[in-house]
């Protein structure tokens, strides 16, 4: 299975503070049953959509202000994102397609596209497995959203403070990323976090926070020489929510290559 599942496990648990002073590890998977328990628990909460329409806010360090987030998905098709700042209007833009990624940013004229199995060139996932985690809904590299059918893929800890560690069985680990959820006692998801085996001390995370009117998605890529992050403050999603129209650029945009594009802002 993991190569470091220890601390994978650890990491995961102290995303949202659990002391680790006299923490309790289980040392053997919960059995069969508290497994299928876990994982149906999970799928009965999703529901069954074909489009869904998001809004919230994104807040960031270094961001003047925070500007207002609508992100409307089409179930395995796409996935548009639009941030709005007051007074002036629509400021950047993200659309992602089954092919393609293309991030805009209005207020320099300059866009990035790129294939989209260039982007998840070390990742075996798809539009759907983005979808699903916006959603905060766990996915299984390469077979997608966890259910009941593929319960056998995971193992399941129980631990101390009444979470549950989930991690990918041997035959459906990623060769260079070591990666787990965290779910809480009503098995929401709680966080995921990657740990890229070639970069050590070097994890992206991702933490989910559940309030009366929405949830917030914390992103978190943490280095030896660098920590950036943000937050989406989003409200629970509209399934019959408006839809968000692709983005038209005329020639006053400038194609840029990633790099240039990331060092633009």
Request: contains cysteine.
């Amino acid at each position: 299975m993991f190569k470091n599942l220890f601390v994978v496990r650890f990491v995961l648990t102290i995303l949202l503070a659990v002391p680790f002073a006299g923490y309790a590890y289980a040392q053997e998977p919960a059995d069969a049953s508290v497994r299928a328990e876990l994982v149906d628990s999970i799928s009965s909460a999703y529901v069954d959509w074909s489009s869904v329409s998001i809004s919230g806010k994104l807040k960031m360090e270094g961001l003047p202000v925070s500007p207002s987030v609508k992100i409307y998905m089409e179930r395995d098709s796409s996935v548009l994102i639009s941030l709005r700042a007051p007074f002036m209007g629509e400021v950047g833009r993200a659309e992602i397609y089954c092919d393609t990624l293309l991030v805009v940013n209005k207020m320099k004229k300059t866009f990035v596209k790129e294939p989209l199995s260039q982007v998840l060139a070390h990742y075996p996932g798809t539009l759907s497995d983005v979808q699903n985690i916006l959603l905060a809904r766990p996915v299984i590299a390469g077979l997608g959203l966890l259910t009941p059918e593929i319960v056998e893929k995971v193992e399941i800890y129980q631990e101390a403070d009444g979470q549950f560690s989930l991690l990918p069985v041997a035959d459906v680990a990623l060769e260079e990323f070591n990666y787990g959820y965290l779910v809480d006692g009503m098995a929401r998801t709680a966080a995921l976090l990657v740990l890229p085996l070639t970069k050590p001390d070097t994890m992206v995370s991702l933490t989910y926070g559940y309030g009366s009117k929405g949830y917030d998605l914390s992103v978190v890529y943490q280095s030896p020489d660098k920590k950036k992050g943000g937050t989406l403050e989003l409200d629970f999603p509209d399934w019959n929510g408006s839809p968000v129209q692709p983005i038209k650029l005329n020639d006053k945009y400038t194609r840029l290559d990633f790099p240039d594009f990331m060092k633009s802002f």
